[in-house]
C-alpha cells in the first residue's frame, strides 16, 4: 500500500469553526490532491498541488484552502465550516500530473458538520 | 465538458454468478480509463485501467474491463464473483485540466453479493 496517511480519521465540528485536515505521505511523489465523497456525486476534486507551494483549484473548490509546505504533507483548511461541507475526505497522490498515471488513494477523513 | 455515467447505482447478485458494471464516458479525444474500487470504510485503490494498446485489460483478481471507442464505454466485467468483491465501484476518466490532469469519476456502483 502507498504510504498515505490522513487525520484526523474521524471529526465532528460546529458550523463557523476553522478545521484543517492532514494528507501525510512518503512516496516522495510530486502530485497531491483534495477530494470530497458525497452519496451519489462519486468524488469531487477540491484542490490539487504540483509541488511545494504550488496549489491551483479543482471543481469544488468554494470554501476551501490548502497550503504545502513540504513535499510530505498538504493541508486543507475549512476557513468556517458549514453543514454543507459535511462529507469524506479522501487524499491522494501521483507521481506526475500526465493523464496514465495512477492516484494512490488515502484512508479517508469523516467530516461531520453540526 | 467530459463526463462519465454508471448507469447502475446498485447491482445485488448471488454468488459465483457474472457480473457487468457499466460505464459510459463522453469524449471526443483520447482517453485514459480507470477503474477504481473502494472497500467498506476504505480509501480507493485501482483495479484496472485502459492507457493504449488492447482494449481488453485485466485485473489481478478476475475483472475484465473492455475499451469500446465506437459506443464510449468500459464496462467492467467478472465471470464468476465472490462474497469479497462486494465494494463500491468507481469508473474514472482523465481530463485535461489546465497544464495538467484530473480524474473525473462516476457516481460509483455498489456491487453487493450473497450468499
Known amino acids: 500500500d502507498a504510504g498515505i496517511t490522513q487525520s484526523p480519521r474521524h471529526k465532528v465540528t460546529e458550523t463557523g469553526t476553522p478545521v484543517t485536515l492532514r494528507c501525510h505521505q512518503t512516496?516522495?511523489?510530486?502530485?497531491m490532491y483534495w477530494y470530497r465523497q458525497d452519496p451519489g456525486h462519486g468524488l469531487r476534486l477540491i484542490h490539487y498541488?504540483?509541488?511545494?507551494?504550488?496549489?491551483d483549484k479543482g471543481e469544488v473548490s468554494d470554501g476551501y484552502s490548502v497550503s504545502r509546505s513540504k513535499t510530505e504533507d498538504f493541508l486543507l483548511t475549512l476557513e468556517s465550516a458549514t453543514s454543507s461541507q459535511t462529507s469524506v475526505y479522501f487524499c491522494?497522490?501521483?507521481?506526475?500530473?500526465?493523464?496514465?498515471?495512477?492516484?494512490?488513494f488515502g484512508p479517508g477523513t469523516r467530516l461531520t458538520v453540526l | 465538458a467530459q463526463s462519465v455515467t454508471q448507469l447502475d447505482s446498485q447491482v445485488p447478485v448471488f454468488e459465483e454468478a457474472p457480473v457487468e458494471l457499466r460505464c459510459n464516458y463522453s469524449s471526443s479525444v483520447s482517453v485514459y480509463l480507470f477503474w477504481y474500487v473502494q472497500y467498506p470504510n476504505q480509501g480507493l485503490q485501482l483495479l484496472l485501467k485502459y492507457l493504449s494498446g488492447s482494449t481488453l485489460v485485466e485485473s489481478i483478481n478476475g475483472f475484465e474491463a473492455e475499451f469500446n471507442k465506437s459506443q464510449t464505454s468500459f464496462h467492467l466485467r467478472k465471470p464468476s464473483v465472490h462474497i469479497s468483491d462486494t465494494a463500491e465501484y468507481f469508473c474514472?476518466?482523465?481530463?485535461?485540466?489546465?497544464?495538467?490532469?484530473?480524474?473525473?469519476f462516476g457516481k460509483g456502483t455498489l456491487l453487493t453479493v450473497n450468499p
Open positions: 512516496e516522495n511523489h510530486r502530485y
Open positions: 491522494a497522490i501521483s507521481e506526475s500530473g500526465q493523464g496514465y498515471n495512477e492516484q494512490f
Open positions: 474514472a476518466v482523465s481530463v485535461s485540466w489546465g497544464s495538467n490532469y484530473k480524474l473525473t
Open positions: 498541488s504540483y509541488g511545494v507551494k504550488d496549489t
